[in-house]
């Protein structure tokens, strides 16, 4: 037993509670040294508001969006205590001193202030301190360096260029003041809603405790209840919206590049290189180099003079066109954007009036004040004349920390101490955090009314908690090192569970030169990434596949390829992403809460549920170490199968990634096309049994935001004598183009009987025969698979192996 005299002495807590009043789910504590007030929100969301004067919030939150739903609470009053309980935690408010104690629906305790006061003030900032209980990992805290578990580390929530940065340096581009603490299998998560320069300590500081601050108010912080790591994720995102759900080219392969464009062919050759050498790619992205001298919505008309005929020749090659926009306006008079700007008072100034200059690529730049809905609808209608030069509904949004100052020696010059808000107060305290977020807020708003009744894409560089709302994410500017491949694994899965469920890392790596060996190991990575993009610095040998020999360029093209044989799968994940929150990559400890093995666990993960892959991260290895959690997995190259829990050293020559499939995976996959607007053709299932399993595939014109779109649900019941595949009536309006269903029965032996739909289906005899009626079947031993093809006529259907 912990005794309380071990934890450091703490000065203007929060004190006694003095009184307590109740308003429907709202309880106020009067408390000697300040007040606080506890709403329950939603059945599994608390929220914990406390001041030291009589104001909880000063403005409205820029991360939530408003959600909350009746739940039924229950109070109790005991002597030193108050208890508040709802369906899923009781919550003990100590009265002697504010002390907050949940316990789960278990009654058992996962989260407590430490004994001599949950809320410390100091000045106007304060402290949270939680006693650690023992054995917990913390997961989320957004973009953040180091491995998967944050126990022991300390960070710090500061937008930052910070383009030099390695697997252990913090703060880095984003904000998500978010983290789930996890501990004997049961998780919940704290969210401090707070765009200041907020701190999370997992006991860094004192092992004793983990603890959340922030130099100003508000305190307002939510708890989320779990138990399963994926409630409290669904929580989280309720709270501060589901992540929109990305149009389904996005999901396709990048090709980009930090460069001096001299002419179009410099865009165009690579382009037909990707379709030369079958890379699949959907989009070539254009970055500052398009511009005229990086003045935003312009392009250079030297290079591209007629910038429609431009983009017409790429889409005639099937890709689309996305291009680059900075925060930074070009200082110049005459130029349209610095003019209006000007005019309409739209950038950020200095308490004199003065408008505060920042320097970055185009030379000296003022800055939107995107805080101001004015200022992110005029931003946001420039996007017009992108759209008008035929590119993309899309845009890559950078340097939006914002990043003010691009040359080091100069930084304190350009410091942004001085800008003040609308009312006169100091802005970068409080602002410099959201700033990306109000920009992503624009220029969604912005491409909804360029591209009419289509699903924005926006790629953003920072952030704060909610942006999913808005933008998918890439982690900025890393390089071509192994400790930065396996960094981007703990890093994106991170991301996922902290809301952000489309990230994606630069395949290659950003800055350095990468070599044949890192680029063919990143590719076989990177085609798992949510959002999957090839990019470099300008200052590093160029970075496509081809330039680095017949082996890299192979392995390039075997990887990508495969991403687009599973589309459908990535792409039904993303709709579960978009009305779930829960992440397309995920660690594997979200999807085997109880296995202990998987808690840290960050050189492997899954692609949703089925999927498990486990890449080389290191230089000159032939094969690594993979755990395999209980239940039985198949090796996706060799079909045979792995009984865990195990750990095992598989082979893993330069041409393969190891990839396995849990037994019960059911994986909708197609013909692997050249980028996704062509047919995949039949909905080929692989179905590998065991248990029982369904899966959601969602279908619709890939990128209209309206509800013509349909989903069929497929499920898979087996014991070792027969496997049932039930296809359900297909929802929705969208009507996919003429096909088949193919079910690809893996790991059986020869069924005795194959039925559809009540119906003996006679065995073919050659896998050809499968054209000849349908249904009709086929058993291919050499692969110990059964096909089984049947029209696609939207219907429910049953099909029966009995083995
Ligand atoms: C920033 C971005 C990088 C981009 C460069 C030029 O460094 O992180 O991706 O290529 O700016 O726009």
């Not at 889409?315 to 349209?336: C, H, N, Q, S, W």
């Not at 950038?347 to 185009?362: P, R």
């Not at 409080?430 to 790629?459: C, E, S, T």
Request: aromatic residues 12%; glycine residues 8%; contains cysteine.
């Amino acid at each position: 037993m912990r005794r309380y005299a071990e934890y450091p002495e703490l000065n203007g807590s929060i004190g006694k509670v003095i009184h307590v009043q109740r308003d429907a789910n709202i309880f106020e504590f009067q408390c000697t040294g300040g007040k606080s007030r506890i709403t329950i929100l939603a059945p599994r969301i608390i929220r914990v508001q406390a001041t030291q004067d009589d104001e909880y919030r000063r403005y409205e939150s820029f991360a939530t969006v408003g959600y909350s739903e009746p739940v039924p609470v229950e109070e109790e009053d005991h002597e030193d205590r108050k208890v508040i309980s709802g369906e899923h935690f009781r919550l003990e408010v100590m009265l002697n001193q504010f002390v907050l104690r949940l316990l789960d629906s278990s009654r058992s305790v996962i989260q407590e202030d430490l004994p001599s006061g949950g809320v410390v003030w100091s000045g106007n900032g304060f402290e949270c301190r939680k006693r650690m209980l023992g054995n917990e990992h913390f997961y989320g805290t957004g973009e953040k360096a180091h491995g998967l578990d944050k126990r022991g580390l300390h960070y710090e929530m500061w937008n930052t260029d910070n383009g030099d940065h390695d697997s252990k340096t913090d703060p880095l581009y984003q904000s998500i003041p978010f983290f789930i603490v996890f501990r004997e299998g049961v998780a919940h998560g704290i969210f401090l809603d707070n765009t200041y320069r907020t701190e999370l300590d997992f006991g860094l500081r004192n092992p004793s405790y983990y603890s959340f601050s922030a130099p100003n108010g508000p305190l307002d912080y939510y708890l989320f209840l779990g138990p399963r790591i994926s409630d409290v994720v669904e929580e989280y995102t309720s709270l501060t919206g589901k992540p929109c759900f990305v149009p389904r080219w996005a999901l396709g392969h990048q090709q980009s590049r930090f460069m001096e464009y001299r002419n179009e062919e410099d865009v165009l050759s690579v382009a037909r290189n990707l379709r030369n050498h079958r890379i699949p790619c959907d989009t070539m992205v254009l970055d500052i180099g398009y511009m005229n001298e990086c003045r935003v919505f312009t392009w250079d008309q030297k290079v591209f003079s007629d910038p429609k005929a431009f983009t017409s020749s790429l889409a005639r090659m099937g890709f689309k066109v996305m291009t680059i926009i900075d925060p930074g306006v070009k200082l110049e008079d005459g130029y349209f954007m610095y003019d209006e700007g000007v005019r309409a008072g739209y950038f950020l100034a200095k308490e004199n009036g003065s408008l505060y200059v920042g320097l970055v690529w185009a030379g000296e730049t003022v800055f939107p004040d995107f805080s101001r809905s004015e200022v992110r609808a005029w931003f946001g209608s420039k996007y017009k004349m992108l759209a008008d030069s035929g590119t993309s509904n899309s845009s890559w949004i950078d340097m939006n920390e914002p990043s003010n100052c691009i040359y080091d020696k100069l930084k304190d010059e350009y410091s942004m101490v001085d800008v003040v808000d609308c009312q006169g107060n100091p802005w970068e305290a409080r602002l410099r955090n959201v700033y990306a977020l109000g920009m992503a807020q624009a220029v969604f708003g912005g491409l909804k009314d360029a591209f009419p009744g289509k699903r924005p894409f926006i790629l953003t560089r920072s952030g704060f908690a909610g942006y999913q709302r808005y933008a998918a994410m890439w982690t900025g500017d890393n390089h071509s090192t192994w400790d930065m491949l396996w960094l981007s694994i703990p890093m994106l899965l991170n991301l996922g569970l902290s809301g952000v469920p489309f990230c994606g890392a630069d395949i290659g790596g950003f800055g350095g030169d990468t070599t044949p060996e890192l680029l063919a190991r990143w590719y076989q990575l990177g085609a798992f990434y949510p959002f999957s993009r090839n990019h470099s610095d300008i200052r590093s040998i160029r970075q496509e596949p081809w330039l680095f020999g017949e082996e890299a360029e192979s392995v390039a093209r075997d990887s990508v390829s495969f991403r687009y044989l599973l589309m459908r799968y990535f792409y039904s994940l993303a709709k579960t992403a978009s009305t779930s929150g829960i992440p397309i990559m995920r660690p594997l400890v979200l999807e085997f809460q109880d296995d202990p093995a998987t808690y840290t666990l960050d050189t492997q993960f899954m692609i949703g549920p089925f999927l498990m892959v486990a890449p080389v991260l290191e230089e000159g290895a032939n094969s690594r170490e993979v755990y395999f959690p209980r239940g039985r997995w198949y090796d996706l190259w060799t079909d045979t199968s792995i009984e865990g829990p195990q750990s095992l050293r598989v082979d893993a020559p330069f041409d393969r990634i190891p990839v396995y499939l849990r037994a019960g995976s059911i994986i909708p996959t197609g013909r692997i096309v050249q980028n996704t607007d062509e047919d995949q053709g039949d909905l080929v299932l692989w179905v590998y049994p065991g248990g029982t399993s369904t899966t959601a595939v969602f279908e619709d014109d890939g990128v209209s935001d309206n509800e013509q779109s349909c989903e069929t649900t497929f499920a898979q019941d087996s014991t070792d004598d027969r496997v049932v595949v039930t296809i359900d009536k297909r929802k929705g309006r969208w009507k996919p183009a003429e096909r088949s269903l193919v079910l690809e029965v893996k790991g059986l032996t020869r069924p005795k009987s194959v039925e559809a739909d009540g119906k003996r289906v006679l065995q073919e005899k050659t896998v050809a025969g499968l054209e000849k009626r349908s249904p009709s079947s086929f058993y291919d031993l050499a692969h110990k698979t059964l096909h089984m093809k049947l029209k696609d006529d939207g219907n429910s259907h049953k099909i029966s192996l009995v083995l």
